[in-house]
């Protein structure tokens, strides 16, 4: 796939499909793979952008620290080296953070925003929480760590009903990170860098057209967090997905998707 050099990094990209160009940015220790079950339905009627975040995936991993303005500056740096704007944008979870701080910086490149399970500041609890998650990766591994990422990220009764196929789909992950690894370091910049993310009392400057999606199960990041978000963005829509946690395109890919897909055909022009 192709790179391009953005301030101090080069970062992994990959566009698909043709129409009105939507870029998806992903979460926390994950890359481009997490939008598996997303791309080929928005890729119908979309030009489909992917990219993995610094120190994720096939981007370049510094060590250094890192915050979610800097990543926002890489994910603007981006769209302007593709000439991409405007744009519908998706961010989930840590995304959700970055996209937050492009609408703020680079409204000019937005045609619509879409924040998906994500938060506008951090609560303390947070600290504690990325801390154990870091720990589980730098001290037990790779397996530990993606039984974390189900746990927390799956609804328990989704957990319930299809263990079995997510005992696969643990096997996929698995074989996966082995192949491409998740570096701890830069695991844990990602997880500070969340930390230090607070832009609440600044989306009332938010002008771009706004979809705030929760799940209804989410342990990670409960539905209170996107009603805050969609309480401060000037006409926001805020929907809130029955049943599903974190991982909700993943549960629920269906529904997503076409939610995502009437959110862009919504604002088209």
């Known amino acids: 796939m192709p790179k391009v050099k953005v301030s101090d990094v ?13 870029l998806l940015v992903t979460g ?3 890359d481009s793979l997490a939008w598996a079950m997303n791309v080929p339905s928005f890729m119908g009627s979309h030009q489909v952008i992917t990219v993995d975040n610094r120190g994720m995936g096939q981007s370049d991993k510094p060590q250094t620290p890192y915050t979610i303005e800097l990543m ?3 994910t603007i740096g981006l769209l302007r080296h593709l000439d991409l704007g405007p744009v519908h944008l998706v961010g989930q979870s840590l995304g959700g953070m970055i996209c937050q701080q492009v609408a703020l910086k680079a409204p000019d490149l937005l045609r619509s925003l879409a924040l998906v ?14 801390g154990l998650w870091c720990r589980n990766l730098e001290e037990l591994g790779i397996e530990a760590f993606t039984d974390f990422v189900i746990a927390f990220t799956m609804a328990s009764e989704y957990i319930e009903n299809n263990y079995e196929g997510l005992l696969v ?10 192949m491409n690894p998740v570096d701890p370091v830069c695991f844990r910049r990602q997880t500070e860098a969340s930390l230090g993310h607070d832009v ?32 401060k963005i000037p006409g926001a829509e805020y929907t809130i ?12 890919p269906g529904q997503f998707n076409q939610l995502l897909l009437e959110w862009f055909a919504k604002n088209e022009k």
Not at 12 to 22: A, H, K, R
Not at 169 to 178: G, H, V
Not at 205 to 210: G, N
């Open 200 to 231: 609440l009392d600044r989306l009332s400057e938010v002008s771009t057209p706004t979809l705030v999606v929760a799940g209804e199960a989410d342990i990670l990041i409960p539905p209170r967090f996107s009603d805050a978000i969609a309480a």
């Open 241 to 252: 997905m029955k049943g599903a946690g974190h991982g909700l395109n993943v549960e629920q």
């Open 117 to 130: 399970t994500t938060i506008a500041r951090v609560p303390k609890a947070g600290e504690l929480l990325t």
């Open 169 to 178: 789909f643990r096997q996929m992950m698995l074989d996966y990170w082995k």
């Open 72 to 74: 926002a500056d890489d």
């Open 28 to 30: 926390l220790g994950a």
């Open 10 to 22: 080069s970062l992994n990209y990959e566009m698909m499909g043709e129409g009105s160009p939507v």
